[in-house]
């Protein structure tokens, strides 16, 4: 992984030229490409953790597995927001953690997160290093007293599946598989999780677990919050373990408050996953409507009354225009609004005639597969673009929220108002990619030109969305999690009973308030 | 509602010849029927609140929502648990409340919640008191203290159907409806919830959410707590406001703490529902199996790969064979294992024959609607029945669990290896009537001759259930909740650091205990 940017180096994008165009006539960008920092010159901060505790770390982990390199501490600073990669890029790493410490196993965890505790030292989880939401940006001062130090805890040792029982469809994985080596892990047993992120290529199932992920195809396999039967935590008070059976009256679900706790209450050490088999079809297509208004219309449709297919994303009228999804497809000049329904199963044919039908008696018009084949194409490809576009002196940022259908408009407009308020005239484009009977989710790509302080220029709009969407009554975040970023917004979300159930949890599972700290809970 | 068993009492079912037969042939129950004492013979404690916390409750709730009569407490006290109805059926009501209040809003609950907390006064969440897990009896004793005295909080006046949003499909309705009643109140919108477990008659919204329910047409229409999106609960400490979209990654989901915290963390005081249209179509019909094993493969068939009906349910040989199901519409002397599959919807012939085929393809041999129509009309009869049992001096109980498709043997054996053990030779049935993709639920009814104490020869077959629940692996329940019953062997299930997460926010939410204090909560 780029330690400036988003995945694997040799892969990098050029920016075409239409896009070259459009950053210069739309948005008046045209400075020359600024490149990263070289990563030799990164600024770190002194490492504060002294060689008795070092040395204790690699007492529990083993001595290869306590890292305190320039590089590993660089790689190890915060996620892959923009501001996180627009503070990289110019070579502030300030807030890296102290030392990596790469723990083998459940005692392991469990034994570091002990010593933290007893020394007061700030332990954040690491799985893909994929946040967007400032899930990994230490806060050293601490409550009252600063810690000791930080540890950022690499979970990617603990990248085994562990057990398939194919008669319940289940499979035990630890946490710090990434989803593609998984995907292969159960390919092997005729297997798949179907989950599909943007981050798919190097987000881990520890952090879709952490951060209730949501996936490209939730249409079909849904949320990994669904596919998580059982988990195993650690924390600093003692070893969680849920989930004897599918579903359970056995008291509140406390699955539900490890998923989402973004290693603020414990560390997933284990995950027993629904898994299903990897489908024999698989078919991508396109459709076109006239407008965003009557292509929700008709996803709300499939969601209601079915048949849903697997995937289901639509964009509005600019997203389309602008083609992140292949804008020649759609024939006549892009017009309206690009819906992709993909279809995976035993055999698709009759969901797909079943779809077909409710997508035409909507107002859509069949485009065949061959926006289908190029979003499939391009599918985890927008992260590689966005770094070309830093450079190129461009701000993009993603941003998602949710609400019921009824609300949908009203928060789509209060969203595309603040972006437009805070940024003068920016690019805003939207999609629909989940749904549920009872609402869908909403997600925006912003680019702009980029000021002197992008990353204040940035903090500014997101600040206005977020009061946008309380405005309108959506939740903070449908799929990327609170971080930092989000933690005043989601308090308000929350009210103050719900912080203080929280903060109750946290204080208990977690007395001295080493876990992540600053991140989710306000 | 019958004081001292269940439903109409207009309803009461005599036994049926083979049923008596069956008592005295196989159990030998040969004694005349005992009935229940009379109302006004039962026993109940002085009450222990003074004029002053009374006239404060009457000033919050309204004077004649203030209730100490005699029949009013006794209708109370307790549950619906066989437990129960023994006790009460011998003139024992000695844990009754001290009143009845009925508060008719959101408003006079939090009132209420904030005035019992300042006195000490115990409250008990009361929906169609129907728990059988002793959900509803009140400790007196306190942790420490004792409380000044108990109220059941009756939430029978609150049951309006609030608001409906057509577009999002989604309820807002109050906790004490009753299931038919709101049944009646969305089938005007032309929507229904689906949710009819036995209780259905009975039992309110507040107490589905409360205590987790799961009905008969689960597979179709989900569980309860799939169709909250959203809720509101008054605590101690505060209102909670909970569920702006169907789901988000706002931290962890706070819906699944309340929803199963059986009214010891708050009280729901409204419910945001998913709908869904009132089906065209509803077919139920009949499938027989040669073994449960076989039978129990094809609902995993149906459950993995589909298509799932909306009602699946298959009786073991013993349940086939007493035939609670209708014994001659299996032909043949009643051999074998009766499935029951229904199908609702628009439109459903082709979900019939999909799971037809998928039925038939394990060794199912259809046995028409006649077994299905018989199933419909006595789905919500058998507490009916109970009674009758009970006066003639049968204990009849259920109980039941779930775990993961690979388990479900062995858990099957070992339960009914701990019944048998427990009760000598008694009649153990077995149904699995909630299918998920990675395992089922099991519901267990026994019928034995009770003995000279009957209250405690259950306590002890339901301690030996519980040990055996735990050793083969299964949850202490599937939809009947925790209450008082389950307490101890729910401590076990979550571990020594789950027990401590609820504690702490029991604390917050409610930290001078009044909350159904004893239950839940270990």
Known sequence: MLWSGWGDPALARELPEPVRELLRDLLGVRGPAVPAVPLESVRLPETALDG?????????????????SHEARVRHARGKSTPDLLRMRAGDALDAPDAVVLPGSHAEVAALLELCSRERV????FGGGTSVVGGLTPDRSGAGAAFAGVVALDLSRMNRLVGFD????VAELEPGLRAPEAERLLAAHGMTLGHFPQSFEYATLGGFAAAR?????????????????GLTAATPTGTLELGRAPRSAAGPDLRHLLLGSEGALGVITSLRLRVRPVPAEKVYEGWRFPTFREGAAALRALAQDGPLPTVLRLSDETETMVGLARPDA?????????????YEGASVAAARAGAGEVLARHGGEPLGEDPGRAWERGRFSAPYLRDSLLAAGATVETLETACFWSGLPRLYDAVRLALLGALGSP????????????GASLYF?????????????????KRATLEAIAGAGGTVSHHHGVGRDHREAYAQELGPVGVEALRAVKARLDPRGVLNPGALIP
Chains 1, 2 share one sequence.
Do not use: N
Not at 52 to 68: F, K, M, N
Not at 166 to 169: F, G, I, L, N, Y
């Open 122 to 125: 700030a332990v954040v989880p």
């Open 445 to 461: 790509t912003v680019v702009t030109a980029q000021d002197g302080d992008p990353v204040e220029q940035w903090a500014k709009a």
């Open 52 to 68: 008795r505790v070092l040395e204790s770390l690699a007492g529990i982990a083993g001595a290869g597995h306590v890292l305190t």
């Open 330 to 342: 759609l024939g006549g000049g892009g017009a309206g609004c690009l819906v992709i329904a993909g």
């Open 213 to 229: 992920s949501s996936g490209q195809a939730s249409a079909g396999y849904g949320r990994f919050d669904d596919m998580v039967v």
């Open 166 to 169: 194919a008669e319940s469809r």
């Open 427 to 438: 690019l805003v484009m939207c999609h629909v990619s989940h749904v549920y009977e009872t």
